[in-house]
């Protein structure tokens, strides 16, 4: 009995053995293809934990920076940011304060700068939205009127449709091109909830310019 199990072990033995030549470095290979797939993720997630512990330390940085409203030190600050965790979201907030700092002392080439780079570069659609609108008031301010309409022109979140018309017919109202203006307060102003108070405001600008807000409702 003894060497009756004695051989059916042996004979297990052998066949393991056989498959694991047959098999083995296959098997081996596919291990280590997943261990390797495994510690890459980990190691991934880590880096990216990494970045994002030092694009906040940049960005808590960058607002003490723009407090001190000096704007070759927030541009050199705000460039650093750019190299090192440009695809960041911090970086895309980074911007828009940068923008808002630089407008506010007068530095409007760099607030420009910072805005295009968020509409250019910017991976969240509404930060790039945010930054397109901001940029249209300025290139408005300028009276660069043709290049605010191109910057409304790209796609922008849904969810700002309603000030992307209220911005192009500022535009149009600037340039003196009424019909245009009124339509796009028209459509701003329907787009905007019924208790909004910006909603209140457009229609002002409609009533501005001899229209009726009644008449954007049909």
Known sequence: MANHLDLEEQEQLDQLKHFWKQYGNAITWCLIAVLGAFAAWNGYQYWQ????????AMFDEIEKVARGSDPTKLDRAFGEMKD?????????QAALLVAKSQYEIGQLDSAKAALGWIAEKGGDKGYVSIARLRLA???????????ALKVLDADLNEGFSALRADRRGDIYAAQGKKAEAKEQYQMAYK????????RRLVEVKLNALGAQAGDAAK
């Open 137 to 147: 008031a300025i290139l408005l301010d300028a009276k660069a009127y043709d290049e």
């Open 191 to 198: 787009a905007l909830e019924e208790r909004s108070d910006y």
């Open 49 to 56: 934990r990494s970045q994002a512990a030092q694009a906040a």
């Open 84 to 92: 090192r965790f440009g695809s960041t979201t911090y970086a895309q």
